[in-house]
């Protein structure tokens, strides 16, 4: 039966259809909305829901579907405005209606099922509503007083972010989505626009707050400030002028809740989670809450097992949407990384920033479009962006997949012996335009662990050359890179299966790095290397590039990541040095620089060399985004070719934000701000990911790890799968017979999460 007595505290649409659906599947429950303001009071103009929430709505409540499709206003098309040029996307789908008219609706469906709605009323407070109902649902907004108040329950985290919006409308229907970029004096503002009846459209000015002061809007009143961006955007809506309602210059506000429940008390919507408008969740998400809370309530057989279910169903959506969110905050945020871009580039960018849409998923909705942007990028005919060859010096790479470095912990006295044989054999016959080794360490104390390969040794050039030989030879057209690097004090530890980063029980060599500081507790505190000490090691450095030379490899990495001996320079909470190696960033690059100018003296010429770095170090006080530019333009202008752009592992304390493609916007900036190639690594999973992203401009090559280890042909069966069979990927002859795609069986759409019927 479930929870018979009912408070909703807040009547936007979330708390709304919560409380209809919950009323719609047991009548004689007594539920109650609570609204501060008036029924027609609200912020705001329109909403755009999606296909995917409205088929939940037409599972769950029929009527409430019907009277949305009623009101709806559909396009297809969104159009970029960049410098005087318009691209417009087709096929997106979208459907709006009035956010008054969406309450409306919901406040006439509430009453004909019995809901009680009191609007100008505060509501009592969760507690002292708790205490006599059975449910309390707490949809009280950004702002909500309910998570504030059991705030040591809920444990709220807010961000506020970087630019300032206004939420404004103008007396027309936009026949698209417009984003409309403006560069002023005062720098970059943007135009989001959108239709939500036949003669309104929904406007959105944001800029950075930075701009914003510089033009002046913090002294402005609201109707001076819409008046001053009907101006700046006065092309875009065609002279007209533009309206607010309630309006107010904002930051939006991330609000993220590690529990959703307290008691019998719930959060939905705005007041559990956030996303940010550009990727129009807000109202989708409050919506899609009421159906998962109404559904887990019917299905459960107590209240705390349906909020757990709720919770537990809910969360990992949100998660996503939210890093979606962030994603397309950010690229807002950064605009002005992209301007250069081409127009059309621009436009495919923009259109992809948040992950949601994609290379592959764009191409069905307007393959015109996106051929066009291939075009414009140089894609040979007929083949995906991630098949257009990338040149390094003299080294040109068929295509942009790298085989990323993999520690294997296989190696015998540093050794690499068939298995690694097997390993990188295997996947440089996979297709990928460059192999990469795992860490290949300059010295015996330079290893991570007893199982870690080395050249310091000629047995161990002679083992890495039959390598390389195999690969040159099966696999034509492959390129083979070694990573060369020091442990510093990450070394002296039990293989990765045994026990990652601990120390070995016996047998332990002693450790060097920046400062005499353990990785983590109990960790070996390893030796400060004196300045006169700096010398042997870069010598080692030298003598490993030698080796690897004439053992063949196409490309050298000098690791200056992950908390290794040359990261644990760069980075300040590694780097307590009082000398001219610690301190500033300027001095503590100082001896990874001498390390790449002492192997790039002895490095082919002809042969390109890349740096890894870790662009932030997930934790206070650590190696930014802001450093991690500076470190790439530094090691750019000492030769470097590109920069593998990974992160984290310095400290063992970090926090890293794990997620799709999550440390890719590290390397997007490097590149878009500095110009220097960047290699991006970090989730990337699907072959869409990397068209995406490399068609966008945000990386140049990407590097996958796991998903070479699931399937060490991973390159060959992304063009199969693409039906792409041109030079940027080959199979060899052996193999031919499998380059079709196996048949496989069909799989259904899910139902929708709620039916309830007519």
Same mark, same amino acid.
Request: with cysteine.
């Given at each position: ?240 002028? +533009? ?457 140049? +090559? ?57």
């Amino acid at each position: 039966m479930g929870p018979l007595r009912v408070a909703v505290i807040g009547g936007g649409p979330g708390g709304l259809y919560a409380a209809a659906l919950l009323k719609r599947l047991d009548p004689s429950r007594d539920i109650t909305v609570w609204e501060r303001n008036a029924p027609d009071d609200t912020f705001g103009f329109g909403v755009v829901l999606s296909d995917e929430t409205l088929g939940g709505i037409e599972g769950a409540d029929p009527v409430v579907h019907a009277a949305l499709q009623a009101e709806f206003v559909r396009w297809d098309d969104i159009d970029v405005v960049h410098r005087g040029t318009r691209h417009t996307s087709g096929g997106h789908g979208f459907a709006a209606l009035g956010r008054r008219r969406l309450l409306e609706i919901l406040h006439e469906r509430c009453r004909q099922l019995g809901v009680n709605l009191r609007f100008r009323s505060e509501a009592p407070s969760a507690a002292d509503l708790a205490r006599d109902h059975d449910l309390v649902v707490a949809a009280d907004g950004v702002h909500s007083a309910t998570r504030e108040a059991h705030a040591d329950t809920f444990r709220p985290r807010v961000e506020e972010h970087r630019c300032r919006y206004i939420w404004l409308a103008a007396d027309f229907a936009f026949d698209a989505f417009r984003f409309e970029i403006a560069e002023t004096e005062h720098g970059v503002m943007q135009l989001h626009g959108y239709p939500y009846t036949g003669g309104d459209s929904t406007v959105i000015v944001e800029m950075r707050e930075e701009v914003w002061r510089a033009a002046g809007f913090d002294e402005l009143d609201v109707s001076e400030s819409v008046e001053r961006c009907a101006k700046i955007f006065t092309e875009a809506l065609g002279g007209r002028g +533009l309206r607010s309602n309630n309006s107010a210059w904002t930051a939006f506000r991330t609000v993220v809740n590690e529990k959703w429940s307290h008691g019998n008390v719930v959060l939905v919507g705005d007041a559990a989670h956030t996303a940010h408008f550009s990727i129009g969740s807000g109202t989708k998400l409050a919506v899609e809450d009421a159906l998962a809370l109404a559904a887990c309530l019917q299905e459960q057989p107590t209240t705390a097992e349906a909020l757990a279910a709720y919770e537990a169903e809910r969360r990992p959506v949100v998660a996503s949407t939210q890093r979606a969110a962030r994603a397309s905050l950010e690229w807002f945020e950064n605009i002005g990384l992209y301007l250069d871009q081409p127009a059309r580039q621009f436009a495919f960018n923009l259109l992809t920033r948040s992950r949601r849409v994609t290379h592959d998923n764009l191409r069905l909705r307007d393959p015109h479009f996106t051929e066009a942007v291939e075009r414009d990028f140089g894609c040979p005919p007929g083949a995906p962006p991630m098949f257009t060859p990338l040149r390094l010096r003299d080294l040109t790479l068929r295509n942009r997949v790298v085989v990323s470095p993999m520690d294997m912990y296989s190696a015998r006295a540093g050794v690499p012996g068939d298995f690694h044989l097997v390993h990188l054999g295997a996947r440089a016959l996979g297709g990928a335009g460059l192999v990469m080794t795992e860490m290949v360490c300059v010295s015996p104390e330079g290893r991570i662990t007893p199982g870690c390969t080395g050249l310091y040794t000629t047995e161990q050039a002679t083992a890495w050359r039959r390598i390389t030989e195999f690969a040159h030879t099966q696999a034509p057209g492959t390129a083979v890179g070694v990573q060369l690097g020091h442990s510093g004090r990450k070394g002296s530890t039990k293989l990765m299966w045994e026990g990652i980063d601990e120390p070995l029980p016996d047998g332990n060599w002693p450790l060097v790095a920046a400062s005499p500081l353990p990785y983590k507790p109990g960790s070996q505190t390893p030796h400060e290397l004196a300045t006169g000490e700096l010398a042997n090691v870069r010598e080692q450095f030298t003598s490993a590039a030698l080796r690897a030379a004439d053992a063949g490899f196409d490309l050298l990495e000098l690791h200056c990541a992950h908390g290794y001996l040359l990261s644990g320079f760069l980075s300040p909470l590694s780097n307590h040095r009082t000398d001219a190696y610690g301190g500033s960033l300027t001095n503590r690059l100082r001896f990874p620089l001498e390390v790449f100018d002492a192997v790039r003296d002895v490095w082919p010429g002809d042969r390109p060399m890349t740096v890894r770095i870790s662009a932030t170090d997930w934790a206070e006080g650590g190696t930014d985004a802001h450093d991690a530019v500076e470190i790439a333009r530094a090691f750019a202008a000492h030769g470097a070719d590109a920069i593998d752009v990974s992160t984290g592992q310095v400290v063992a304390d970090e926090k890293p934000a794990y997620g799709r493609s999550y440390q890719v916007p590290f390397a997007d900036r490097i590149r878009n701000e500095t110009g220097i190639p960047v290699i991006s690594v970090g989730a990337i999973s699907s072959w869409d990911d990397v068209n995406s992203l490399i068609l966008a401009g945000r990386t140049d +090559l990407c590097a996958l790890a796991r998903p070479h280890l699931y399937d060490p042909h991973w390159t060959l069966h992304a063009a199969a799968e693409q039906g792409y069979a041109g030079p940027g990927v080959a199979w060899p002859k052996p193999y031919e017979a499998g380059s079709r795609p196996p048949q496989t069986g069909r799989s259904d759409a899910p139902k929708p999460r709620l039916t309830l019927g007519g």
